[in-house]
């Protein structure tokens, strides 16, 4: 399904959705962040997707990495909470969703790193230095700079 993402854009389309998501950030021993390449959109951005019923939020984030990644992941933290109302997901089914995800931060445990295709066209770990050469919307690049950040306490927004 085709998904198209504004950003404080008056001619974005009302949300008619909120549907609850995760995204990961999964540093490598080098300091590197896991991103993968959209195939609905050919964007970067952190893995991650939305929460299926009978299962947490962290369970819905470890499962999502998995699945678009190959790699197997524990989450040891939280980086914060995205929930800008300027920020608005439209998929060609009609649903568009107001932006509400919370991001965690996890360890590899385990797995092979290959994108699965229907998901994801590539996934790779990135250096801080590459994220200017990236199409990486806004709200995942801020999501990154938090994490290079180290704030000591969540971001809250």
Known sequence: MARRDFYNDPAAPKPN????AA?????DERGRVLLIRRSD?????????????GESLP???????GEETGLTVEIIGILGTYTDPRHVI??????VRQQFAVCFEARVTGGTLLADGSEAK????VAVEELDTLNLH??????????????STPYLG
């Open 122 to 125: 590539e996934a790779r770990f």
């Open 59 to 65: 369970e819905a984030a470890a499962r999502e990495v």
């Open 17 to 20: 959705s909120i549907v609850p």
């Open 90 to 95: 439209a998929y060609d089914d009609g649903e």
């Open 23 to 27: 995204t990961v950030v999964v540093p």
């Open 41 to 53: 959109n050919g964007r970067w951005a952190l893995p991650g997707g939305q929460m299926e019923v």
């Open 138 to 151: 806004p709200s995942m690049r801020l999501r990154v700079d938090h994490f290079f950040a180290r704030q």
